[in-house]
């Protein structure tokens, strides 16, 4: 009768130890060289939808503002990460849209300013942020700062105590302005600049890496968005990464 059992001489038993450290040692090193790259590109990613997003938000302010014919503000909200610690670092982290309105001026009244959430509030996404640099966002000035409050209390709209913010206001003409501290006295309303300098005119959005941007250190990849003062037109700039 014919043997049908296989030939043990000939059949082999498995993976060597050897065998199994060189496998396990090149699948270390691919994944340690591929690692770095595909952290560069989700941080790309991440980066590319927030900008993009707030580009189609600056977008919608504008069409909003000559639909109602009212000027509408933008805020850019900066606050910690960590909540009410002292000494911690503050960045833009949120922005919101809202509808101004004035009440009617009569003698010896006092004109103010009535803000209507239009939207909600958006956050960028963790690690990304719109630096603060002058250089870098000099629409964002430290001295048109203000303090966010709701209602005349605080926490304000981005919902984090001691929030300040930087806003643009869009004109139903379609230019934009910038708006500043309160003027006080009678007016109640707060100074209100036109930004002619288009060199000027933009802000920049990119990965923190848990340190303050500055223009020294700039990441490689980052978002700029650019806003022509006369036409409100607003465009993108990416270097790459």
């Known amino acids: 009768m014919k043997n049908l059992l296989p030939n043990r ?17 090149i699948i270390v090193l691919v994944m340690a060289l591929a690692t770095p790259a595909l952290t560069r590109t989700l941080q790309a990613g991440k980066l590319t939808s927030a900008g993009d997003s707030l580009l189609g938000i600056i977008s919608q302010a504008q069409q909003n503002a000559n639909t109602y014919d009212l000027p509408v503000e933008l805020r850019f909200f900066k606050f910690s990460t960590e ?3 002292p000494g911690v670092r503050q960045d833009f982290r949120a922005y919101m849209m809202f509808k101004v309105t004035t009440g009617a001026l009569t003698t010896g009244s006092t004109l103010t300013e009535t803000f209507v959430p239009m939207g909600s509030l958006t956050r960028l ?13 000099p629409l964002l000035p430290a001295a048109n700062s203000q303090k966010d409050t709701k209602n005349g209390s605080t926490p304000g709209y981005a919902g984090v105590s001691g929030a300040t913010y930087n806003a643009i206001r869009f004109m139903p003409d379609g230019t934009f302005r910038l708006p500043g501290a309160s003027t006080g006295g009678t007016s109640g309303l707060t100074t209100i600049t036109f930004a002619q ?9 990119a990965s923190d890496a848990g340190a303050s941007i500055t223009k020294a250190n700039l990441p490689k990849n980052f978002y700029t968005i ?10 993108n700039y990416r270097p790459g990464f």
């Open 125 to 137: 996404p963790e690690s990304i942020t719109l630096v603060a640099d002058p250089d870098l966002s």
């Open 197 to 205: 300098d288009i060199t000027n005119s933009h802000f920049t959005m």
């Open 83 to 85: 909540l009410d610690l």
């Open 226 to 235: 650019q806003i022509d003062p006369f036409s409100g037109k607003a465009r």
């Open 9 to 25: 001489q000939g059949r082999r038993g498995g993976f060597t130890l050897i065998e199994l450290l060189v496998v396990v040692t």
